[in-house]
């Protein structure tokens, strides 16, 4: 898979005009969720990842060859969604965003989750609107840690590779975000009566 | 390092099973007999069950084949902009192109002959008691406006890094959110402070000044130790940066240097015979 994308990577410098579009298209899904897990708003998801790849565009030539491109990948993705929460940090309610369209949507008249199961579907709403809630109270760095581990299955030394830090940081980062978000989602966990199921 | 706290820095591997024999035998032995780590375990377990009910809104397949168009515009819109900074580069190396041969070479035969009389003048005139007095004159005008552009750099230097020190000072962890700091960004003024140090303390020869230079390298210490803190969250290196300050009295020195120029800004503006100045002399 490295050689793979080493291959890719001198194609793209060598001047091979459909390389690039073979890399975007290779990691364009990755790039988009990492910064949708961490900004947690569809718009800047996609600001964010075209961002990192013209990024990318421009500076491969700069690229360490002995360096896992993934891994600088993430690593570009990671700090622009990072910057661009702290400069929307004075908006905080733009968070929300995409659970309020996600609500709009799943009302509407004839949407098919509505119709077929609407008490279902309002409390699977009410889950997600709550875990968002949750993480959005984790601090940047921990949320990056936490959503590369758990919803992008990278590994502990990979993210740690990712954000220059030790394996321990990384550790320490993903259990205090665990902790947090036990504490906002503790009504899931003290009921066992209202827990979530894995159907 | 305790048991427990061992056991519980490999939480995160063995709920996804990463951990290698040896790691799952430890946690799994230390489990069933600290009732502590136990509860500690089942509630990340139970947290992280509950956060993989979380669901990504999926964008439409029509959003995926056209990312590319959409991204291939945007570059083509940044591409666009680059030419215009070209231009006057462009334009100018085009003149001297298309400019006849003979005109260039008589241009260049007017500017050597025009300097070569400008530094003939310059060598084999007659030095004049004015003109010297002219000349030492201007060096010593140069020598105070290249003093009180030192004083300003090092007063400038001060203000800017008692700003960094009282955002440190004033920061508490316990109350505060670490990314109100704007780490990143006080660790690009330390480093532009550091590189200014350098300059301020070779120009530090004046013996008069030794309080100055000694507050300036106390400070590029501190700053030094702000540049490279690993993140916000470095609490312990924080801490440390502060009783550092603390230990060095800096904050005191800043205000004792202030006072100074103070002073000496007052010495200058009111005449010999005031009482401000004799309480100075004395």
């Keep these: 898979m490295v050689q793979d994308e080493q291959v890719l990577v001198d194609r793209i410098s060598s001047g091979d005009s459909t390389a690039f579009q073979e890399f975007v298209e290779r990691y364009k899904k990755k790039i988009y969720y990492i910064a949708y897990d961490i900004t947690g708003d569809q718009d800047d998801a996609e600001d964010v990842s075209q961002e990192v790849f013209i990024k990318v565009f421009r500076s491969l030539k700069t690229f360490r060859r002995n360096a896992k491109i993934s891994s600088w990948l993430y690593q570009i993705s990671v700090n622009a969604s990072i910057d661009l929460l702290r400069k929307k940090s004075s908006k905080p309610e733009k968070l929300m965003d995409d659970i309020e369209r996600a609500d709009i949507q799943e009302n509407l008249p004839g949407s098919s989750t509505n119709t077929q199961n609407p008490e279902r579907s309002a409390e699977d709403l009410i889950i997600q609107k709550h875990i968002s809630e949750a993480l959005q109270k984790v601090s940047p760095k921990e949320r990056s840690v936490f959503v590369m581990r758990h919803y992008n299955e990278l590994k502990i030394r990979e993210i740690a590779e990712i954000l220059k830090v030790s394996p321990g940081t990384v550790k320490a980062l993903f259990y205090r975000a665990t902790r947090k978000l036990r504490k906002e989602l503790s009504f899931y966990l003290g009921n066992p009566g209202l827990e979530v199921s894995n159907e | 390092m305790s048991d427990c706290k061992k056991c519980q820095d490999l939480f995160c591997e063995a709920f996804y099973e990463e951990l290698n024999a040896e790691q799952k035998n430890f946690v799994e032995s230390h489990i069933s007999i600290c009732e502590g780590c136990e509860s500690e375990y089942d509630e ?8 993989e009910k979380r669901t990504r809104p999926e964008p439409e397949q029509a959003y995926w084949n056209g990312y590319w168009n959409k991204l291939a515009r945007k570059m083509e819109e940044e591409k666009s902009l680059a030419p215009k900074t070209e231009s006057w580069r462009h334009n100018f190396t085009r003149a001297f192109t298309f400019a006849p041969k003979w005109a260039l070479q008589t241009a260049a035969a007017v500017v050597l002959v025009v300097l070569g009389i400008y530094i003939g003048k310059m060598i084999f005139s007659p030095s004049t008691p004015e003109f ?8 010593v005008t140069s ?3 290249q003093s009180a552009e030192f004083t300003n750099r090092a007063q400038n230097y001060i203000e800017r890094s008692k700003l960094i020190l009282l955002a440190l000072i004033n920061f508490d962890p316990e109350t505060e959110d670490p990314y109100v700091l704007n780490l990143p960004h006080q660790q690009q003024v330390s480093r532009e402070l550091v590189n200014e140090a350098s300059f301020l303390k070779r120009g530090i020869a004046d013996s008069d000044q030794r309080h100055l230079q000694g507050l300036i390298t106390d400070l590029e210490v501190i700053l030094l130790q702000v540049a ?14 502060k009783k550092g300050a603390d230990s060095r009295g800096i904050l005191l020195q800043i205000h ?4 100074r120029q103070s002073t000496k800004i007052k010495d200058k503006t009111t005449p010999p015979s005031t009482a401000s100045n004799t309480f100075l002399d004395m």
Excluded: G, H
Excluded at chain 2, 256 to 259: H, M, P
């Design chain 2, 44 to 51: 990340m377990i139970s947290t992280l069950k509950v956060m």
């Design chain 2, 132 to 139: 010297q007095q002219a000349r030492q004159l201007s060096t």
């Design chain 2, 143 to 145: 020598q105070v406006e």
């Design chain 2, 228 to 241: 490279n803190l690993e993140s916000e969250r470095d609490f312990e290196a924080i801490e440390l940066v």
């Design chain 2, 256 to 259: 004792v240097t202030d006072f």
